[in-house]
């Protein structure tokens, strides 16, 4: 009988160590993970169409893509292989862009970051690890080292800036070779 006792004791004691005071504020596990470091909403596979007054600028697809809240602005961090097509607003041909990732920022603007290259209507190519398109002015800016080819041309150097069918560009600190004819 005794141990009939200890036992019920024990199974009792179990039941309520878990229980907290209801008065007390228990602590939150420390995750170490700040809330503004979360997303405010995740999509796969996604495609962003940026138009202006009804027409098409860009086209963006990525695998994946997480919008953040800074304060009253907000980011779409995309990942997972990026694409953007950049349409000519003349009608020319669109230049194509690919990074391993990107941001797209609230005003339209697009970062692109990682083994990024551009490719014109013309076959201009541009290879760097980091490039701005400014939605205000569509122009394509860098400040990292940049490799322009043509057919005839190769041209490397620091600081670029182009519009974005890539017909006019500058490379600040450039060097180069050119097959002469």
């Not at 179990?14 to 700040?34: D, I, M, Q, Y």
């Not at 194509?96 to 290259?117: P, S, Y």
Request: glycine content about 10%; overall charge neutral.
């Amino acid at each position: 009988m005794p141990h009939l006792k200890t036992i019920i004791l024990l199974a009792i004691l179990s039941c309520t160590a878990g229980c907290g005071a209801p008065g007390k504020e228990r602590p939150a596990p420390a995750s170490g993970v700040s809330v503004r470091q979360l997303p405010a909403q995740e999509s796969w596979d996604i495609l962003v169409a940026i138009s202006d007054s009804g027409r098409q600028e860009a086209l963006i697809k990525a695998g994946h893509a997480a919008e953040y809240h800074l304060g009253a602005k907000k980011e779409l961090v995309i990942d997972g292989g990026v694409a953007v097509t950049l349409y000519d607003r003349n009608g020319g041909p669109p230049t194509f862009m690919t990074a391993g990732r990107g941001i797209l920022h609230d005003n339209q603007d697009i970062e692109a970051f990682d083994k990024v290259l551009i490719r014109s209507g013309d076959g201009t190519t541009v290879n760097t690890e980091h490039i701005v398109r400014t939605s205000s002015d569509q122009m394509l800016r860098s400040e990292k080292f940049v490799t322009v080819t043509k057919p005839s041309q190769t041209i490397r150097g620091y600081g670029f800036e182009s519009d974005e069918s890539m017909k006019r560009y500058k490379i600040f600190k450039a060097s180069g070779e050119a097959v002469s004819k």
